[in-house]
């Protein structure tokens, strides 16, 4: 048997984790290291960050914040922002992360993604696609943290970064995203039945019931998680938590 | 003192990390050298098989890891990839494997209709299959963080010491005399990587 994994999803902003609602409103969440030290103790089944401004500043990751992490957490770890070469992912490898996460960069140069799969392996490259619904209820795919429209529907973009060797696809909706109303389950189900590498479901989660949907109608393969790991309840206080696993195992495989 | 191998095939880091939490010393090293006088050692790896044997071949590490592995009987561990490169051969590639452990690497193959992705991702269960000094102390629902879309296969089920369900049960340990290979990767399963690796580091 293999168990679903639940992955919480953490942003990095000026050395600081953050939390947004619907890719904006940052809520300040805490320390990197501590938090991910909580989340070790915890045993959570993967870790994934995403640094919000490395793209958008035009910067390199921040190494530093990076080993401190790999230095005490004990579980696989990914990473994305900023990043644009073999090299820089060489880096983040060779710190103790075993997955990268890209959004921004295969848009302009799609073949990154080959050569980096070429380099590494398919498993270890992930693609991150942002969504929104526009006005007429489309959905579209976004780059730089959402804030750029790439006029591509979010299955065919999905199929393009399979065949070009992404091993994982992350899939956020950004509506849905810190509001705790549940995933956008067409979405997922849209684009994870067009591809045949797992789907990562981000994006809307507020409750167990929430991952255990996204799974059994979403047919993602797996559950990225922010608001509901990081906050007591909706509206309340930062608390780091992690769903039981018992009561886990109840709604997922 | 661990000895991990360095022959640019894969995240040293973590390892280093897990054994620096459960206090034991650690080594990098690609130089013929300092294997040489190594106590155990680990051997990691991600990536192609064929790629990796080409690697160890060309910074002539052939001739130092046989030599500890067989000759010396050092405690050996290949991680991964690295177990993989313990058998024969593998259906991913054309090149030899080291061949230490009477097995073979080869893909997942499910039916048709199966709808299991390739490759295995995730946490998965482990059953003991053979008693091994290494697989001591488990826990009942012992579990570690898989991927990979080759496993090995066993000549003789004394040679598999843990089974994994994925589809069906395959090799996900396997030892031969003091050497030793995991599919999975202890240094990113938490206490459940650390119980293994400090068996390794007991030995």
Known sequence: MLKTRVIPCLLLRDESLVKTVQFRKFGYIGDPANT??????????ELAFLDITASKENREPNYKILREIANECFMPLSYGGGIRSI??????????FEKIILNSYPFEKPNIISELAQAFGSQSIIIAIDVKKNFF?????FGLSGTVNKKKKPAAWAREVQDLGAGEILLTSIDHEGTWKGFDLDLIKQVADSVSIPVIAHGGAGNIEDIGKACSKGHASAVAVGSMVVYQKQGMGVLVNFPDKNNLSKVIG | MITIIDYGMGNTGSIVNMLKKIGVKSLITSNPEEIAKARKIILPGVGHFDRAMEKINQNSLREILDQKALQEKVPFLGICLGMQLLTKSSEEGKCPGLGWIPAKTVRFHFPQESTLKIPHMGWNLVQRSTPSPLTENFETEHRFYFVHSYHAQVEDEKYS???TEYGYFFDSAIQKDNIFGVQFHPEK???FGMRLLENFARL
């Open chain 2, 161 to 163: 010491i843990l089974k």
């Open chain 1, 36 to 45: 991910c030290r909580i989340f070790n103790e915890l045993e959570v089944d």
């Open chain 1, 87 to 96: 090299q820089m992912a060489e880096i983040i490898f060779n710190i103790g």
């Open chain 1, 137 to 141: 209820g489309k959905y579209e795919t």
């Open chain 2, 189 to 191: 399963s938490h206490r």
